[in-house]
């Protein structure tokens, strides 16, 4: 319905949101929440049933842009009529779906027989895309957990779901094993946390310096891992010495 005054219509108050694009609106909430939105941060709270969708083609529109910046032809190249919408799809279903969803649901069960040993998961694997490049970061992650009577308990499959949720960002490495970290401290409140990732980037190997061995490794260590050097050489001791 429109409104007049003075004989000019006006948009009936909601219209006015109808062409602006579903980015902007995620945006706007963001910035009046006053959070951050970096690459690697999960925004999933402030996004509304149905965006995914809008944003998708969103992205998919832009993509055509950049592929004809590019300066190739979309309308007579058979290998790429549908590469916008193939990679839209893979950047907000897929490679970077943990900024835009919840976190996995856990069950968490009680320490009932009071573990207390040193309890390793992994290798597991982790995906994520360089946020410098965009490039991939595949490598391996384990986990090293010292529970107590009072730590919460998860099944090992929802180490890989959390590990999964934090990698599937543009993620630099060091900070993604932060990240992991403080989402497995908080959800099980072990006396001590170690992490460590193994990892090949691919913006080494695909471009730039073009080094193929090359690999990164870093830890993560908390609570008694940090505290007590002994039950640290265990843990690193028990790694496979050939990953």
């Not at 969103?58 to 190249?77: A, P, R, T, W, Y």
């Not at 943990?98 to 009071?114: I, K, M, Q």
Request: net charge negative; charged share 30%; aromatic share 6%.
């Amino acid at each position: 319905m429109l409104r007049t005054i003075d004989a000019v219509p006006r948009p009936a108050a909601g219209d006015e949101d109808e062409g602006t694009p579903v980015s902007v609106k995620i945006r706007e909430r963001l910035l009046a929440a006053r959070k951050r939105f970096n690459a690697n941060d999960n925004i999933a709270e402030f996004i509304e049933p149905g965006e995914l969708e809008g944003l998708l083609d969103e992205v998919e529109g832009k993509m055509k842009d950049v592929l004809e910046s590019l300066v190739i032809d979309l309308d007579n190249d058979h290998n790429t009529g549908n590469t916008a919408r193939r990679v839209a799809k893979m950047y907000v279903n897929e490679v970077f779906k943990g900024r835009y969803v919840p976190p996995p649901s856990l069950t968490e069960f009680p320490n009932a027989e009071h573990l207390n040993e040193l309890m390793i998961v992994g290798p597991i694997t982790v995906r994520s895309a360089c946020s410098h490049h965009f490039c991939p970061i595949i490598g391996k992650l384990w986990i090293g957990v010292m529970p107590n009577e009072k730590t919460n308990v998860i099944g090992l499959s929802k180490y890989a779901r959390l590990a999964e949720w934090v990698m599937g960002r543009p993620q630099i490495q060091e900070e993604a094993v932060v990240q992991l970290a403080d989402l497995i401290q908080e959800k099980t409140q072990p006396d001590g946390l170690a992490l460590v990732v193994e990892a090949e980037h691919f913006c080494m190997q695909w471009r730039g310096v073009k080094e193929m061995d090359s690999k990164m490794i870093n830890s993560v260590m908390r609570g008694v891992f940090l505290k007590d050097p002994n039950l640290r050489r265990e843990f690193l001791s028990l790694l496979p010495r050939k990953r």
